[in-house]
């Protein structure tokens, strides 16, 4: 699959006098891992934010599983997912709430969410804390939890914001197998994260710099490009380019 | 020592680089005291009073210009009783001065006069300092103008309409019903709302399929329906415990309740948009709600002896037009007519409310 399923064209977002996002243009394939990395403040949250449809674009266009962000947002949201660096589930309610809510909003029928809940846990194998809640489990059930339950309505595209911040190497290493095996189910994953050996694990990144797209590639490619052995020496060779 | 007062800087430093906490420090109290200060007044002043002048002669217009010499009373001359009730019904007027006939004629005679006085008993201390204001007025109006005699006894008879045990819980129930209402509405939409921001789950929400006044109903009608049987349950209580007398009608109460909470709620919600922690929604609920709905509903102090402006403050207090309109439907009886405008003002100040929270909200997230 060599489709693009999301397609920026000279995508801008001014907040006053300030470029938040300044003409970038870049696509997502479908079926991809995509990083999209940056400082913060270069402007990342702000360009998922219009590819969510939650902000409009002050110029330019963007498609997102082929609807328009900036006038078919109710489609857009149908069709994918969101993962937020908090986990965004509620504390308060049992695991089996917090999956029969968000899978309600997605407008899955009872017995789907049956069905797809149930599955979930047992792959999960979260089934006996089924009753629990949610604010009493460890960080990175409560971390696997939250993909799975953003990605229960099956969409084509996952949006994941800092997914792995404040989790450890090793439950951050077993939460990218969990990317992966969504990843060959077919779901497009969009990610940002700070973590640069998780930029490694990427299928192509974006460096965003000061609302630009700075370096677009393969892990590879820019390394070459770069001359370089590391994401981070990129990262710092494009800081320096800003500087002088 | 020297980690205390490493620590007693870092304090010291949140709070400065903090400015609207630091606001919040200083006005809360400055407010308190002002509010506090200024509405603990029991003496009474500009008082309506509707004067039903029979006798038309020399004492009677003697005293009436008495009566309206003074700030004490605003005098309304009426031509007929059941106009001068009207004024009283509506809330126009606290108290009706009734003058007889031959009331010239009894006071030179120096035989027993005839007064009535008429006061409006759903605030019984207003009601009571009123009362005690006429007769002072009356006992010097007897020794400057009658003379020679001496003061007769004055015994004014007195008729109370509606709270004729000058119960203050009648008083009190309806101003209550407006701060637990506003409490539940306001504070807690606005708490929860804010809960959502902080946990990050109002972005998914907003990610989601959900139209964003999907999100804002679902948050707020479960509050609504608590609201309501909360207000059940204190009417319940009122009537049962207290004997708090139902004179109008039951319907017609609950639907302005829900009128109330829904500007409650919308409030709430407006507090949310801006908050951005719960903790200042809680603050933010709290100072600007709370404790002016307690203070300037006129549920315990009377509006009337409030300075001007803060009187003017009063007329933007939901509570204010609510606590009136409960008092003509549960204590008078009022035709629709006398509190069809206070409806009014309570529909149009939700309708505000809920405008310029959906215009936060909105232009928050879009």
Not at chain 1, 198 to 205: G, H, P, Q, S
Request: proline content about 4%.
């Amino acid at each position: 699959m060599s489709d693009v399923i999301i397609q920026a064209s000279n995508l801008s977002r001014r907040f006053g006098n300030f470029v938040a996002v300044d003409n970038i243009t870049f696509e997502v394939r479908s079926g991809e891992i995509f990083g999209f990395l940056g400082a913060n403040g270069a402007g990342k949250t702000t360009a998922m934010r219009i590819l969510c449809g939650l902000l409009a674009p002050s110029s330019g266009s963007a498609t997102v599983c082929g609807y328009d962000v900036a006038t078919q947002s109710e489609q857009v949201k149908l069709n994918i997912g969101y993962m937020s660096q908090r986990f965004s589930l509620f504390d308060d309610l049992s695991v089996w709430d917090n999956i029969s809510f968000y899978a309600g909003i997605y407008k899955m029928s009872r017995a789907q969410i049956k069905d797809a809940g149930n599955t979930m846990l047992d792959k999960l194998e979260l089934s006996k804390y089924k009753n629990r809640l949610v604010g009493s489990l460890p960080l990175g059930w409560k971390q696997k939890l939250a993909f799975a339950i953003a990605i229960i309505h099956k969409p084509q595209l996952v949006f994941l914001d800092e997914p792995t911040g404040g989790v450890d190497p090793i439950t951050r290493r077993a939460f990218w197998d969990m990317l992966y095996a969504a990843a060959i189910e077919g779901i497009t994953i969009f990610v940002t994260t700070h973590y640069l050996d998780e930029a490694e694990y990427c299928d192509r990144i974006s460096i965003m710099v000061n609302g630009k797209i700075g370096a677009l590639g393969t892990p590879l490619e820019l390394k070459e490009q770069f001359k370089v052995l590391s994401i981070y020496d990129v990262i710092l060779a494009l800081a320096r380019g800003e500087e002088a | 020592m020297k980690n205390l007062s490493i620590f007693v800087r870092k304090e010291f430093l949140h709070i400065v680089r903090d400015p609207k906490s630091l606001m919040i420090m200083v006005l809360l109290p400055l407010v308190e005291i002002m509010l506090i200060g200024f509405v603990l007044r029991f003496e009474i002043a500009n008082t309506n009073l509707a004067v039903v002048d029979m006798a038309k002669q020399q004492q009677s217009t003697k005293l009436i210009h008495r009566l309206e010499g003074g700030d004490r009373f605003k005098v309304r001359l009426t031509q007929s009783m059941p106009e001068a009730e009207e004024l009283l019904t509506e809330g126009k007027v606290k108290a009706i001065l009734y003058i007889s006939e031959d009331f010239d004629r009894k006071a030179v005679e120096n035989s027993e006069s005839s007064l009535q006085l008429l006061l409006d008993a759903t605030d019984p201390n207003i009601a009571t300092t009123i009362e005690a204001y006429v007769k002072a007025t009356l006992a010097d109006f007897w020794v400057d103008s009658i003379g020679g005699s001496p003061v007769p006894m004055l015994i004014t008879e007195q008729m109370f309409y509606y709270n004729p045990l000058l119960k203050s819980v009648y008083a009190t129930v309806p101003g209550l019903i407006s701060v637990v209402l506003m409490l539940i509405c306001a504070l807690m939409t606005s708490i929860s709302l804010t809960r959502e921001k902080e946990s990050g789950t109002l972005k998914v929400l907003l990610i989601s399929p959900l139209k964003p006044l999907q999100i804002i109903i679902g948050k707020l009608a479960p509050y609504l329906l608590v609201s309501l049987l909360i207000t059940g349950i204190i009417l319940a209580l009122s009537f049962g415990v207290f004997g708090v007398p139902m004179a109008g009608s039951l319907i017609m109460l609950i639907m302005v309740s829900f009128v109330y909470c829904l500007c409650a709620l919308a409030l709430g919600f407006l507090i949310s948009t801006k908050a951005k922690t719960q903790q200042v929604a809680m603050m933010m609920s709290l100072a600007g709600l709370m404790l002016p709905t307690t203070l300037l509903s006129g549920m315990i102090y009377p509006i009337k002896n409030m300075p001007l402006w803060l009187q003017g403050i009063t007329y933007i207090m939901p509570a204010r037009w609510f606590v009136s309109i409960l008092k003509h439907i549960m204590l008078k009886a009022s035709p629709f007519s006398a509190y069809a405008g206070e409806l009014v003002v309570l529909l149009i100040m939700t309708g505000i409310f809920t405008l310029l929270s959906l215009k936060n909200f909105t232009t928050r997230f879009r």
